[in-house]
């Protein structure tokens, strides 16, 4: 619980400390007194947005600065929070300490026991400390997906609907990886026809790598074959002319060989490289007679050629590709017919897996609307037990579960849940935010929480602001009607007037505080109270 506040230069508040006792708290007074004042820095503390507006103008050092302590009986979840980020909790029998200061420029600084921590670890930890329930939230009912969000809490399960959310994520994924395939295959099969003709065109044209280079290179030699006649002629006499040259070679080889004893070994060397001159003189001549033959004008060779090159670069245009990357072409156009062919059993095992991710988030689901089904009758007879004290006993609050269609089946499972109510005898039960008044969602609100603070379901502390549609009695109640029952029972039920006639407000007796708002009659009933009163410079508070 709550067990100490303290707040300097917030807003109207100079400097303020509160110690809080087990039980009901109320700090009452009139409207502008400051009571959201304290609200607002409680939330500070708690991690909720704060700005250079919350700062006094007065202030000494120019920073707000809130204290809230807190001694909890299990402190399992805060500690589990506080490891991940190598914070430490308090020890046995020490207050846990939130503290939070603003400054005149809006920076902002958070502590766990005066250890540094961001905004977003100091509003994870207050999360799990109190609940803020303002003048509004009865809104929060309007909404439908709050109804589920609701019954899955009171009936335990939340883990249940994760897991029906992940398995609708494998579905999902899996319908989806099917879906691709399936769209693959249609459109494999749609160019199908065009695909086989485009392998045997290219399986009949065969190209090769390297091929079109070749080509181009005849090409260009047939086209010039007599200048290259006339010039390999030329070559060819100036090597075998009068005095050829690989006469004149034969010739120093034979004079050199002739004193090659006398040379004492030197003329070895000469030799050897004559000898490797008039081989390649040999080869060279041979590659020149060769040329002379392929550079040998034939108009046929020639056609053939230009046949077998224009061939392959239209082919090459024709599918949007090179000359040279036909060949990578022809066979990703063989791998996709072959995989037209073997696709059959690939959807089949797409469709298995996708049919049996549907089973699975179906099996979970059922599992789901079966908890929601039990516990809706048990929500609807718990809210019923708390509608009397609110003057709501001729109301009906129904739970109602509905199956969806399998097209609506979504993360959440496969029926949608919302809240109905009958306000007055005899009509026909309707949607909560069309049938409800202001004053009639806030009671079931109220209702709803007593309900699910029993099953765990919400924290264990919320501020009750004004209830709307509740007004003061003209006198206090007496100090016996105040009470009805013993102090160890949990909960107590006090008179109040509605205008008229009397009903009787149902409070619930937890170990923690809760500020009333326009209801100052209800702090006879506080083990501790108090007041606000308006002030122009700085509201100083008294415990």
């Known amino acids: 619980m709550l067990v100490s506040l303290a707040i300097s230069d917030v807003v109207l508040i100079d400097r303020l400390s509160l110690n809080f006792d087990s039980g009901l708290c109320a700090l009452t007074g009139e409207t502008g007194a400051g009571k959201s004042i304290l609200l607002d820095s409680l939330g500070l503390a708690l ?46 029998g020490e207050a846990l300490v939130l503290r939070r200061t603003v400054d005149s420029e809006g920076r902002s600084r958070a502590y766990i026991n005066d250890q540094p921590v961001s905004i977003g670890m100091l509003r994870r930890v207050g999360d799990r400390l109190v609940e803020i329930q303002g ?24 883990e249940l609907s994760r897991d029906v959310s992940n398995s609708h994520q494998a579905w999902r994924e899996a319908l989806d990886l099917f879906e691709e395939a399936n769209s693959a295959q249609a459109k494999a099969r749609a160019d199908e026809k065009f695909l086989r003709f485009a392998v045997e065109e290219l399986a009949a044209l065969d190209p090769q790598p390297g091929e079109e280079e070749q080509l181009a290179e005849t090409r260009t030699m047939l086209m010039n074959g007599e200048k290259l006649v006339e010039a390999l002629n030329a070559a060819e006499a100036a090597l075998t002319g009068e005095d050829p040259v690989e006469a004149r070679i034969g010739a120093a080889i034979r004079v050199l060989d002739r004193q090659s004893g006398a040379s004492a070994g030197r003329f070895e060397l000469l030799v050897e490289a004559l000898g490797r001159a008039a081989a390649q ?93 039990k516990a809706a009758g048990k929500l609807d007879k718990a809210v019923h037990k708390e509608l009397p004290p609110l003057r709501l006993e ?119 505080p809760a500020k009333v708002k326009r209801l100052p009659h209800l702090s006879r009933l506080c083990r501790m109270r108090s007041d606000g009163r308006k002030s122009p410079a700085c509201w100083r508070g008294r415990p």
């Open 281 to 373: 003189l040999d080869e060279a001549q041979s590659a020149l007679h060769t040329a002379m033959a392929d550079a040998e004008p034939d108009p046929a060779r020639l056609e053939e050629c230009e046949e077998r090159l224009f061939s392959l670069r239209a082919a090459a245009r024709k599918h949007g590709v090179t000359v040279e990357e036909l060949p990578a072409l022809h066979r990703q156009m063989e791998e996709q017919l072959a995989s037209i062919d073997d696709a059959s059993g690939q959807l089949d095992a797409l469709r298995k897996r996708c049919d049996a991710a549907r089973q699975a988030f179906h099996a979970l689901s059922e599992k789901l609307s079966d908890a929601r089904r």
């Open 135 to 158: 003048q509004f939230a009865t809104q929060g009912l309007l909404d439908s997906t709050t109804h589920r969000v609701t019954l899955d809490g009171f009936a335990g399960a939340a």
């Open 47 to 92: 991690g909720m947005r704060g700005s250079a507006g919350l700062v006094r103008q007065a202030a000494k050092d120019g920073r707000a600065s809130v204290t809230a302590a807190f001694e909890i009986d299990d402190y399992a979840d805060i500690s589990k929070i506080l490891e991940e980020a190598d914070l430490t909790g308090p020890a046995d």
């Open 394 to 512: 001729k109301a009906q609050f129904i739970t109602v579960v509905e199956p969806l269609e399998e097209a609506d089946w979504g993360p959440h499972g496969i029926d949608r849940v919302r809240f109905d109510v009958i306000t007055n005898p005899g009509a026909a039960p309707g949607p909560l935010a069309k049938i409800a008044s202001g004053g009639e969602l806030a009671r079931f609100l109220l209702a709803l929480k007593v309900v699910l603070q029993d099953a765990g379901g919400v924290p264990p502390w919320y501020s009750m602001r004004s209830i709307p549609g509740l007004a003061a009695p003209r006198r206090p109640p007496s100090a016996n009607a105040s009470r009805s029952s013993p102090p160890t029972h949990r909960c107590w039920s006090l008179p109040i007037r509605r205008r008229s006639p009397p009903m009787r407000l149902r409070t619930c007796g937890w170990r923690n």
